[in-house]
């Protein structure tokens, strides 16, 4: 048998050299961690560094979080007794709160439902190798309608006014409907910006630089008071739809923006080949020009998403509980006075997994749009 | 055309007229079948959601005593959170039918921004709390402190007034809430915290320490809290104005939750009698029935009650009663009769 020790000596049969393993520090682990993290004195003393600093930060952290964190009390007082740590049992008593706002307690279960609708209507819109996406597209179209009716009521369910809607359950709601219709809407404006009619290149520009140009909390306090001064007594018209009106709009500016600078980024020689073509405006528009400016958008498109999903938390200044305001008014219970932290904590851990999901769908969608060249 | 017309013509008509044109409030609240308050966003003890998500509090109580004498149900309140931004234009445009949130009457708020105060449920003074480590006994050694004030409050106001007049200066760190301003308190972005005195006891209560924490001496303004309803409606005002005095009255005459079925059968107290309405008609005369009163006490308590239920000294918040209490105990609280 050949030898297999790491030492090679001289005597093989030619041709029978055997195949010895790289030497040690030259693979695996070891290897990763020369090339990425010693691999000059700097990158030691960085590495180092960052090994300090997470030795400092970890440990403390993880005890707050979890270790000394006390997840089931009634009271604050309770959870000072129990433990050190971060107090969950407070988030846990008013999860309900959190996730719901005011929506009656057994009426829940409507939320719950759409939210799952939400998912079987999302996913064939995104994922284009579902089975019967077809079929399942058309449900996606009915979705807001659906949506809609199960959580106002009528027809048959108990009706829930608007202002029982709280907490993430509204922030969904903010963020969902402004991501659905602003992106048409923002579409069109960005085509009507570049239209030859001159009439509704004016509209669009105007309305878009208008709306640009003004701060959404501006939007939201016209929304939420001064529409009442203009509008005839004793109409009332729902504050939420109000404030989605504005933040669809809002964000349907930036959209179209974003999609104008796709727009400016296909060749001309796109538009001509489809004119030559003999394609109307919009068979040319549809086939041709938008797949292509669409998709060098789409980094920008979801950053206008991500923003207008963070952007929802402004609602807590004119008086519509999301989870910051429910968050608020929770902390003054004397009860529970001083978790501050926790709330905040719980809330940007929801907000991070919404936003980090959005962006890592748009890396997925940017590779497999990704066709070899770039523009 | 013509309804465009319309359209233009009413709401130039609104524009003009602001929410002045609002008569008819009760009616309004009656068809509804819900009291539209205003609160506050959470101040600790006045107002708070409980682990149920009801809104619970010395402030919210007033709208459930008012939602009590016109429905006979606490909950028909539908509650509308503001801030000390959006509190007035919400109320002057019909967004809430009253304010029940720390607000503190004023002669410009009274007459210039046309709302009307219809009586006080605390009297406060704006205080400074201080940490016990800086070791200053008066506010005047607060030359060039840091000081947290929220934005658009009479406390704003007082505070320059106080330091001007002292010939002192100062630092000020906005804030737009009272949770916001324990945190930066608490983290030592300021030196100073001041609002009203029983905002100051309720964050004190709060903090990690309350003993490292020192309340100045000094109260620097007078900050008479109360419910208000735009001008405009004296009706609605009074049926407000009534009702808190119906709960002040009810305690300086012994009148409790517990009891107030026992009396409501008649007492030899002509007062009490009329109050609760087993003599006499007072409910009519503000366009509610006979138990109006009744109900108000039997389901939200008398002043006492809820002061103490909210506030007082078995709370967190632990305040005196001080000048709140009843005339009859040396305070301010004093009701007008009710004959």
Redesign the interface.
């Known amino acids: 048998m050949p030898n297999t020790s790491n030492a090679p000596t001289q005597n093989y049969v030619p041709g029978e050299h055997p195949d010895l393993k790289p030497p040690i520090g030259q693979t695996g682990i070891l290897l990763w961690l020369r090339k990425n993290l010693f691999s000059s004195t700097f990158n030691i003393v960085l590495t180092l560094a960052t090994l300090y600093f997470l030795y400092l930060v970890i440990p403390p952290l993880l005890n707050w979080l979890v270790l000394d964190a006390v997840f089931q009390a009634g009271s604050r007082d309770e959870c000072r007794a129990l433990g050190e740590g971060a107090c969950w049992g407070f988030i846990d008593k008013r999860l309900g709160q959190f996730t719901y706002g005011f929506y009656p307690i057994e009426e829940r279960w409507r939320v719950n439902l759409t939210f799952l609708l939400l998912v079987m209507a999302v996913l064939p819109v995104l994922w284009e190798k579902m089975p019967k996406r077809r079929i399942m597209l058309w449900f996606s179209v009915l979705f807001p309608f659906v949506s809609a009716w199960l959580l106002l009521g009528g027809f048959g369910l108990e009706s829930v006014n608007t202002d029982q809607f709280g907490g993430f359950m509204l922030t969904m709601i903010i963020g969902v409907t402004g991501i659905v219709f602003s992106l048409p809407m923002g579409i069109l404006l960005a085509l009507g910006r570049q239209s030859q009619l001159h009439f509704i290149r004016w509209i669009c520009t105007g309305f878009i630089e208008f709306i640009r140009g003004v701060p959404l909390i501006t939007l939201l306090f016209v929304a939420s008071t001064m529409l009442n001064y203009f509008l005839p007594p004793g109409t009332t018209f729902d504050l939420l739809l109000r404030v989605l009106i504005m933040v669809t709009i809002f964000s349907a500016a930036y959209i179209a923006e974003v999609v104008r600078g796709g727009l400016q980024a296909v060749p001309k020689g796109q538009h001509e080949a489809a004119d030559a073509m003999g394609l109307k405006y919009w068979a040319s528009m549809r086939l041709i020009v938008l797949p292509q400016a669409l998709k060098i958008s789409i980094p920008g498109i979801v950053n206008t998403f991500i923003g207008l999903f963070k952007d929802s938390t402004l609602v807590v200044i004119i008086g519509l509980l999301d989870p910051l305001g429910i968050g608020r008014a929770s902390l003054s219970d004397s009860k529970w006075q001083g978790l501050a932290t926790e709330v905040y904590v719980f809330i940007a851990i929801f907000f991070f997994i919404c936003c980090f999901s959005m962006s890592r769908y748009s890396i997925y969608l940017e590779n497999k749009l990704h066709t070899g060249h770039r523009i | 055309m013509n309804l465009v017309k319309n ?1 233009v013509a ?2 130039a ?3 003009l007229l ?1 929410g002045t ?2 008569a008819g409030t009760l009616a ?1 609240v009656q068809s509804a079948g819900h009291v539209k308050c205003g609160i506050s ?11 149920k ?1 009801d ?3 010395f402030d919210p109580a007033v709208c459930k005593a008012v939602a009590a004498a016109i429905f006979g149900d606490t909950s028909a309140v ?6 000390g931004k ?1 509190r007035f ?2 109320l002057a ?3 809430v039918d009253m304010l029940a949130r720390n607000t503190t009457w004023t002669f410009s708020r009274d007459t210039d921004l046309k709302l009307d105060f219809v009586g006080v449920n605390y009297y406060d003074g704006q205080g400074f709390l201080i940490p016990a480590e800086l070791g200053v006994s008066s506010a005047k050694d607060l030359d060039g402190a840091s000081v947290c004030i929220q934005t658009g409050t009479t406390t704003e106001l007082n505070l320059a007034d106080f330091f001007r007049t002292n010939g002192i200066s100062y630092e000020a760190v906005p804030i737009e ?3 916001e301003g ?2 930066n308190y608490e983290a030592g972005r300021c030196d100073v915290y001041t609002t009203d005195a029983s905002g100051l006891a ?1 964050t004190r ?4 320490d309350p003993s490292a924490h020192a309340l100045m001496p000094e109260i620097i303004s007078k900050e008479p809290l109360g419910p208000l309803v735009r001008h405009g409606d004296s009706e609605w005002a009074d049926i407000i104005r009534w009702t808190l005095n119906a709960m002040i009255t009810a305690e300086e005459l012994g009148v409790t939750s517990a009891n107030v079925d026992k009396m409501a059968t008649g007492t030899d107290n002509p007062e009490i009698n009329r109050l609760l309405g087993s003599e006499g008609d007072l409910g009519a005369m503000i366009g509610l029935d006979k138990a109006w009163a009744w109900r108000a006490i039997k389901m939200v308590g008398n002043y006492g009650e809820v002061f103490e239920q909210f506030i007082g000294k078995d ?3 632990g305040l005196d009663r001080g000048i709140n209490a009843q005339w009859t105990d040396g305070g301010l609280l004093y009701s007008p009769p009710f004959r």
Do not use: R
């Not at chain 2, 209560?205 to 990690?208: G, I, M, N, V």
């Open positions: 359209a009413a709401a008509a609104s524009l602001g044109v609002q309004d966003t959470g101040v600790p003890g006045f107002a708070f959601t409980d682990d998500g809104w619970q509090g539908k509650y509308t959170t503001t801030t959006t234009t919400a445009s019909g967004e809430t009272n949770s324990q945190a309720a209560s709060a903090l990690e709370t967190p918040i």
